[in-house]
């Protein structure tokens, strides 16, 4: 079996370097997207862009918290109570993850329901 510290090192290394190249595929795009509207003469308030708060962070949040909590609980009742996972790590792990996924698709359909009605 492979260290945690190891795979720790290697996923720190490649998300390192993911994220510095990432960063400059942006800001060269971005370097490119300013001149192009130099030569084309534009304003340059365009560049400016404002982030717009979704207002259900808190929604999609709480429910997913709530996904994690009944994950966990599931996961202690098959290690106590069933015999299908011979491993507790393993009904743990797919226990949360699968109640953490479906919680976050929950909260999406609930935030659109909601940015229906306020649409009507």
Known sequence: MVPFGAVLILLIIFGSITTVILGLVYLRNKNKERMLIMEKEIDPEMLKTEL??????????GV???GLAVGIIVG?????????????????????????GLSLIL?????????????K
């Open 76 to 100: 202690a009742l098959l290690v106590n109570y069933t015999f299908i996972f011979p491993d507790e790590q393993v009904s743990y792990f797919s226990s949360i993850f699968l109640f953490g």
């Open 64 to 66: 997913f918290l709530i």
């Open 52 to 61: 717009k708060p979704s207002g259900y962070i808190s929604l999609k949040v």
């Open 107 to 119: 909260s999406n359909f609930i935030g659109k329901s909601k940015k229906d009605a306020v649409k």
